[in-house]
């Protein structure tokens, strides 16, 4: 079973970037599709952005186009979610997902002044 592991929440006032990072071991994760979800309090968890297995085509919610960008390196065997210009409505929780994995606790960002 895969297991992916988030880190690289924070806080940040709005306006700034982080970096997420999804790490697996055990697994070569340029096999799998990887998505990115978040969940704010009291919603569900919404899709932000995938990258493909094969051709390394990427998906973004409309919501964080142009700001967000999400890419892999798999010679660290990890898959990276840059986000830039974030907003206070970025604020959530963060996970990554193979479609055989199952979800993990996830990593905090919040953005506020």
């Known amino acids: 079973q895969v297991q992916l592991v988030e880190s690289g929440g924070g806080l940040v006032q709005p306006g700034g970037s982080l970096r997420l990072s999804c790490a697996a071991s055990?697994?070569?994760?340029?096999?799998?599709?990887i998505g990115w979800f978040r969940q704010a309090p009291g919603k569900e968890r919404e899709g932000v952005s995938c990258?493909?297995?094969?051709?390394?085509?990427?998906y973004y919610a409309d919501s964080v186009k142009g700001r967000f960008t999400i890419s892999r390196d798999n010679a660290k065997n990890t898959v990276y979610l840059q986000m830039n210009s974030l907003r206070p409505e970025d604020t959530a929780v963060y996970y990554c997902?193979?479609?055989?994995?199952?979800w993990g606790q996830g990593t905090q960002v919040t953005v506020s002044e």
């Open positions: 997902k193979a479609p055989t994995s199952t």
């Open positions: 055990g697994v070569t994760l340029d096999y799998y599709a």
């Open positions: 990258i493909s297995s094969s051709d390394g085509s990427t």
